[in-house]
């Protein structure tokens, strides 16, 4: 897997050491100060595993995370869509060259200070209480692939993809998607909604939720989530939801409401 030279020079490899292997073909020189082993072809959840395992607080996310836990027909491996990042600053160049379509989302989703302090992946802070990974709640390993990359658990993912309607994302996709979220858990989700950033993605992902029919929600404890005063306008003509106040596409809301 690809390493940063600053990793290198932590281990005590300096970087005439550095050059030299790269002589000697024992290294391979990436884009960005980045360096490779010689072997089979880069991938992209070797070279995630590798950013995050040098602190590079990245992570997969949204309709790719929920692809890979199987919640979505979304393809972002060997498929026509990319794959969602997320990572609060610009990524180093070598990341950036992952072997295949990304879509790097810095906005802030979670305000990860609310996160609390890091501890161990696998404990708990106290019951109910969902431990931060890389200071993020709402990560977890990826199942089913051959490293431990870090990725949204579905009720990140769905905030994720709640948030990503502001900016003109497919409200049928959505509404689709959110269809077959069945088992979120209300506990996760009342930190996550306290933790989000906006008030406009709470009320949307409310009003996915609502409009699903989820059993959850009636178990979401929203006392204390801030969900703001008066109306807010996510679609320009679309229709009022009168219990989250927020204007959504005409043609779910007749359906809906």
Not at 26 to 40: E, F, I, K, S, T
Not at 115 to 135: I, K, Q, S, Y
Request: aromatic share 8%; charged share 15%; net charge neutral.
């Amino acid at each position: 897997m690809p390493v940063p030279v600053r990793w290198l020079h932590a281990q005590g490899i300096s970087s005439a050491l550095v050059h030299h292997h790269v002589r000697a073909g024992w290294l391979q020189a990436l884009p960005g100060q980045a360096y490779l082993r010689p072997g089979p072809p880069l991938t992209w959840p070797a070279t995630l595993y590798a950013a995050q395992q040098v602190g590079i607080p990245v992570h997969v996310g949204h309709l790719s995370a929920l692809a890979l836990q199987g919640l979505s027909h979304y393809q972002p491996v060997g498929g026509q869509d990319p794959l969602h990042l997320y990572l609060p600053e610009r990524p180093p160049t070598w990341l950036s060259h992952l072997p295949l379509q990304v879509t790097w989302h810095h906005e802030q989703v979670i305000q990860e200070t609310a996160a609390r302090e890091f501890l161990t992946p696998g404990t708990l802070r106290e019951p109910g209480r969902h431990v931060p990974v890389m200071g993020k709640v709402g990560v977890m390993p990826a199942p089913r692939l051959p490293w431990p990359v870090f990725i949204a658990t579905p009720e990140r993912a769905a905030l994720e993809l709640a948030a990503g309607l502001t900016r003109g994302e497919s409200w049928d996709t959505a509404y689709e998607t959110f269809t077959g979220l069945t088992m979120l858990r209300p506990a996760l989700v009342r930190e996550l909604l306290l933790a989000c950033a906006r008030v406009v993605t709470r009320r949307i992902f409310l009003h996915l939720a609502q409009a699903s029919d989820h059993a959850w929600l009636s178990h979401v404890d929203l006392t204390g989530v801030n969900l703001g005063k008066g109306d807010r306008q996510v679609v320009p003509q679309g229709v009022l939801d009168p219990v989250w106040r927020i204007t959504v596409p005409r043609r779910e809301a007749e359906h809906d409401f």
